[in-house]
């Protein structure tokens, strides 16, 4: 994320993502966030689709020290 351009407290802000690719379990994004004048930030983020039950017992099985 590159930020542009401070916003005065109490304007309004707006953000945006859009999806710009798919690859099996990974979506990348393109997002920015515009005030009421102008945009004030830009940049790209990838997330992985997880599977949550199969993450949850991942995370189980570590707390309880295995």
Same mark, same amino acid.
Request: proline share 2%.
């Given at each position: 994320?590159?930020?542009?351009?401070?916003?005065?407290?109490?304007?309004?802000?707006?953000?945006?993502? =859009?999806? $710009?690719? #798919?690859?099996?379990?990974?979506?990348?994004? +393109?997002?920015? %966030?515009?005030? !009421?004048?102008?945009?004030? @930030? =830009?940049? $790209?983020? #990838?997330?992985?689709?997880?599977?949550?039950? +199969?993450?949850? %017992?991942?995370? !189980?099985?570590?707390?309880? @020290?295995?």
């Amino acid at each position: 994320m590159r930020h542009l351009a401070a916003t005065p407290i109490g304007m309004r802000v707006t953000a945006h993502a =859009e999806v $710009t690719a #798919v690859d099996g379990r990974t979506v990348s994004f +393109r997002v920015w %966030a515009e005030d !009421e004048a102008e945009r004030i @930030g =830009e940049g $790209t983020h #990838v997330r992985v689709v997880v599977n949550v039950s +199969r993450f949850d %017992a991942r995370m !189980e099985k570590k707390a309880a @020290g295995a």
